[in-house]
């Protein structure tokens, strides 16, 4: 079923006049009648039936009915912030991650970033993957739709407060330390905060390391290959889904 | 480094004239001189390291050198097989899965795939992702080249011989199954192969669904999220690695 995002809280019974956007996809283009009906979520994460009950040209209103909202969130808030990568790459990790999970984007001007976003190109760029972001929230039935955000360097990132901080660094991978990604998992607890961050396609510099260091980030490999900037992020939060979802069953 | 697959097994000290197209990438695009030195790996999966002693146009000879092979394949032979998607993901699944450890991808016409590969059509594509299966295992510092391939339907698929055959079902997610991936991931051995299914955008049939369960195929979910056709197999890949390389450490 079709599901949308709404930006109020709701209850039962209520009538809700769909934001345009969304009467211009589910009407006009998904061609929607009245008594159709598709899946809503409010902004208390609430799963509800919504019932077309009237439509106008690019206008349409529902009545909404709660169902019981199924856990479908990682246990945990994963925040992944990404040195700036060239060309497209920056919306597909946004797709990617929004369906694996990911609660926060942050991308960030890395030390060996090739890429630049200056000026008035960042409010532009963070517009469009927020929206990419929200259509992938939705088509892979989430709950939350998660927030992509610009830091100018690492050390704005680092001053994000969350409980765990880890740093993907390809240099662990090479020097076969296999374990510290799985202890952190193995220690981190439901509800928890957790910071990924991941270099751009140079690397990260000493100085990165260094800093992330210094502010309790453990450094960890995901595995021996060499993954690109944007494979990383996602072989992050499909091992953080295998270890709290699918070894640990609610 | 820069890193070359070989087409021979080699030995110390043998002076190898390298194929044209490594030598056009190496010399002409990278312009490596005489004296420089890349990774190569021979047939049986072992690395030298390569200095160039030789140069002409196009033409370029090395002599190797055997060095200390790293553990860098994943512990078990993953093949995924992928009804057949649109458009370019075909494409990105194969460079993402061979980034992350996977040995043979095939290709298969769904019941409800949309595409159709047809004909002579069938060659160019397989020809195209061999390439990017290459390229994309030198630049993960693979040690193995991943195969690539089409099958008509999946009843040719589930005839290849294999340990282990998983099927991603997303009925099972949304019914909140949560631990059969792990039971599996669990249960199989080094050395061991395992095949996994995975439906096109359409989906897979129930006809599919009981045909690949009288084939001894065990339905699995990936996470309570409904994941893309082309995301479903980097799950896959990224949970095999995290359970039998990041928590059995060798």
Redesign the interface.
């Known amino acids: 079923m079709q599901r949308y995002f709404l930006d109020d809280s709701h209850q039962t019974g209520d009538r809700v006049a769909l934001p345009e956007t969304i009467a211009h996809h589910w009407v006009t283009v998904l061609r929607a009648e009245v008594g159709a009906t598709a899946e809503f979520v409010d902004t208390q994460a609430h799963l509800f039936y919504g019932e077309l009950t009237q439509t106008t040209t690019e206008a349409a209103t529902v009545t909404l009915t709660a169902v019981p909202t ?3 969130e990682l246990p945990v808030h994963v925040t992944i912030a990404c040195g700036l990568p060239k060309q497209e790459k920056a919306e597909w990790i946004t797709q ?1 991650a929004t ?3 990911v609660d926060r984007i942050i991308f960030f001007g890395g030390d060996w970033s090739v890429a630049k976003w200056q000026g008035n190109k960042v409010d532009k760029k963070i517009k469009r993957l927020t929206k990419i972001a929200h259509g992938a929230a939705e ?4 709950l939350r739709r998660p927030v992509v955000s610009y830091a100018q360097n690492l050390a704005a990132v680092l001053q994000e407060p969350v409980d765990v901080r880890l740093m993907a660094y390809e240099e662990s991978a090479k020097q ?1 330390e ?2 510290a ?2 202890q952190q998992l193995q220690a981190i607890t439901p509800g928890q905060s957790l910071l990924t961050i991941f270099g751009p396609e140079g690397g990260i510099s000493p100085a990165e390391v260094a800093a992330s260091q210094a502010a309790q980030t453990t450094l960890v ?8 900037t944007e ?1 990383a992020p ?2 992050l939060l ?2 953080v ?3 709290m ?3 640990q ?2």
Chains 1, 2 share one sequence.
């Open positions: 199924p856990k479908v990617k369906e694996l999970g088509q892979s039935h989430r076969g296999q374990s990604l799985n490999g995901l595995g021996p290959r060499i993954l690109r494979t996602l072989y499909s091992a889904s295998m270890v979802e699918l070894q069953p609610r």
